[in-house]
């Protein structure tokens, strides 16, 4: 009987294939989609410093999602102690975070994946739960707290609330669709993220999770997700960023975008 642990099933032709990754150095992959937020990703390199370079089967993908100015001449990434790539998209909508994904599956030869955004900070045991994990998709929990300018973590209350923390969330454990890791294969079988959630904010991660299960109910052999008691750290006001750590420049945007909404209504309404 062969070892069919790194075969699938293809649900178009309904024929069996090989998994073939990892391809390459790397066997884990942490992939970002960013849009500004240059201040964060400083702190987030100094903050992976303290413990990615013991796990040289991993690489740091950040896909720099229409930054202007971009990242790289913002950044000195060179004060990474770890694998890190960064990669520009030179997407100009309004929210590409989907296809973002998607491209930095596509530039990594690794066989998992872990996906998850700029103001959550994966920790040392997220790493090694993903790396003893054997099944296909993995989610973690998440706690709030800050990455300090010299990468440590700060968790007090009054540093949260500083940060505009509601109070019923300082001591809050939850999880989130937007952060899990999932085998490279079933990425690419899923046809990764749904691009026509490109352009407008939301329902992506719904949409990905959701498409997950189905896939669990058609294939026998695809587990059902999994979680991790790891924690990681996420940043408990991202959206209003009051301390511009973040997209400020993607809030204006919005802002424009109910700007011209606003008066469009008014418009209609005066018809």
Known sequence: MPNLSNYYTDMETRTVKKDWYPRGKYSYALIFAVLQSYEYVKRQIQYMN???????????????????????????????????RVVQSFDTRNWSQPCARNLGAKLSGAGMLLFTDIDHAICEQAVIDTMLYKGHKLHYQRVRGVLLEDGNVERSPEILLEHHCPADRINQRDQHYNTFAVRHWIFDLMGGYDPRFCGAYGG????????????????????????????????????????????????????????????????????
């Not at 209003?240 to 418009?267: G, M, P, Y």
Request: aromatic share 8%.
């Open 50 to 84: 303290g413990f990615m370079h013991k796990y040289p089967e991993w690489e740091v993908i950040i896909i720099d999602d229409g930054s202007e100015p971009s990242i790289i001449s913002q950044v000195d990434l060179s004060l990474a102690k770890f694998r890190l």
């Open 204 to 271: 992506d991660d719904t949409d990905f999770s959701n498409r997950y299960s189905y896939l669990c109910r058609t294939l026998k052999r695809v587990d059902t997700s999994d979680n991790s008691e790891a924690e990681l750290i996420v940043y408990p006001d991202a959206k209003s960023d009051t301390q511009h750590l973040f997209h400020d420049i993607r809030h204006k945007i919005v802002a424009e975008r109910r700007r011209v909404a606003e008066e469009k209504k008014k418009k209609n309404e005066k018809k």
